[in-house]
């Protein structure tokens, strides 16, 4: 985070009215797991250790971050692009579902500076974001603002990343913009930007919902990636736990922790690093907060359930020499309201690969039985096949991962690949046990996780 300037917008905010509608008819925002939210920094303090200490912007530290958090909203079902500028790049996510307009936006910088990992600065507030898009597509509300989310490249080195976001028509339909820099400082306060005051009484009344005190943030202005969308006259909220500032007596007095020390005593140093430098009751809360608030602003009533099934596919992944077949299982199980008929087909697939059901069509509660036939000049490599189900209120998608193997009895690691513990891969020449079943995502290779891999 680069210190802020908050602007003296107050008594024109006054006169705006909150977006959100009455508190009794939405639906409630879930509570945000802050284990999950610990698992991402974990991720990203291990891709800053495996590329030179750091995740700074337009370095590899940082290109492995955007990767690992777009591997995760793409298999969520957001549509992400990245947008590049000279220095760096900027991650964004919209979901897909609800209206196209006005926008309610969620933002965090990804990048470090190049002195240190950056997970108090900003791996609290990307990671904690990323956890709230993850819970929109996990609960599918209906929704009454369209709901976009960005990671910015670029940010300490002067806002670059959303400066040219905007510059380039980003703020266009953004009625809010909320930004989460440094949510889980070791020695935190509870700050919320008083830019808006429809916006800083949300955050507001949660944080006294919970108990919890809170001052208004004005540690500087113009300095985290709200400022070019505040300058756009986009209205912009969020929160902050502090830096280099020093806590008072006053403030330890209200929320605990050491007076007379700074809030993040690791501020843009090589010791900000996961765990030392997390507080995760802050992080939780934190968290929390933004979902609240989210939901305020962009979650209508809750609709009875309509007609709604899964789809699963088992075994999700399998490794195949050319001129061999696989084999696997998709099912679905109604998840509400009644039984509907799905068609299934794949895409995806590499020339020399077929793929058949048995039968193509079921009713939602049945199976089907999948045939993947691989040609005998197929290269080797790990293929994601999607399997699609087109029902008649609702379609769906699981992915399977076809390894086509080069005939030297080695499986390379690959992204998007579900592994199980105990199966050895290959990763630049060397070989590595899989600890814990998961599915592969880019930046978690082999030498970045290894509480997933064991070098051999």
């Known amino acids: 985070m680069i210190r802020r300037i908050l602007g003296s917008a107050l008594a024109a905010a006054l006169a705006l009215t909150c977006l959100s509608a009455p508190a009794s008819a939405k639906a409630a925002a879930p509570d945000i797991p802050v284990g999950n939210i610990t698992a991402h920094l974990s991720q990203l303090q291990s891709i800053a250790g495996a590329n030179g200490g750091n995740r700074a912007s337009g370095r590899p530290g940082f290109t492995a971050s955007l990767n ?44 470090s500076v190049a002195s240190g990992p950056g997970i108090n600065d900003n791996g609290t507030g990307s990671s904690s974001l990323l956890e709230v898009a993850l819970a929109l597509s996990a609960q599918r509300p209906s929704l009454t603002r369209h709901v976009r989310f960005a990671w910015w490249g670029a940010e300490e080195q002067g806002l670059v990343g959303s400066r040219y976001y905007v510059q380039n028509g980003g703020a266009s339909g953004v009625e809010a913009y909320l930004n989460f820099d440094m949510t889980g400082s070791p020695n935190p306060g509870y700050f919320v930007y008083d830019d808006d005051a429809a916006l800083q009484q949300l955050f507001n009344s949660y944080y006294s919902s919970i108990g919890v005190p809170t001052e208004p943030e004005r540690v500087g202005d113009g300095r985290s990636d709200h400022a070019p969308f505040k300058s756009a006259g986009v209205r912009v909220g969020g929160v902050f736990t502090g830096a280099s500032e020093r806590k008072t007596a006053a403030q330890a007095a209200k929320w605990g922790g050491q007076a007379n020390q700074s809030f993040d005593r690791c501020y843009h140093s090589a010791c900000d690093t996961y765990p030392s430098n997390v507080n995760t009751t802050a992080l939780d809360r934190n968290a929390d907060a933004a979902a609240h608030v989210l ?51 794949s895409s995806g697939a ?62 390379s690691w690959a992204p998007y690949t579900a592994y199980q513990a105990g199966a050895t891969v290959t990763y630049q020449g060397v070989s590595y046990r899989c600890l814990q079943g998961h599915t592969s995502l880019p930046g978690w290779e082999p030498p970045n996780v290894p509480a997933l891999w064991q070098r051999l």
């Open 350 to 411: 590499p020339a020399g690969v077929s793929v058949s059901f048995s039968p193509a069509s079921i009713q939602s509660g049945q199976s089907s039985a999948v045939s993947i036939a691989v040609g005998a000049s197929v290269p080797a490599g790990t293929y994601p096949i999607t399997l699609s189900a087109d029902g008649a209120t609702v379609d769906r998608s699981v992915t399977f991962s076809l390894t086509v193997g080069g005939g030297g009895g080695e499986t």
């Open 295 to 345: 939901w305020a602003l962009a979650v209508g009533t809750v609709n009875p359930p309509g007609n709604d099934y899964s789809m699963t596919v088992s075994p999700s992944s399998a490794t195949v020499s050319a001129g061999q077949s696989a084999s696997a299982t998709v099912a679905t199980q109604v998840t509400s309201g009644n039984a509907q008929t799905v068609a299934l087909s």
């Open 68 to 111: 690992y958090i777009k591997g995760r909203l793409d298999a969520a079902g957001y549509t992400t692009r990245v947008q590049s500028f000279t220095g760096g790049s900027n991650l964004i996510a919209d979901w897909p579902s609800g209206p196209t307009g006005p926008t309610v936006m969620l933002g965090a910088h990804l990048d």
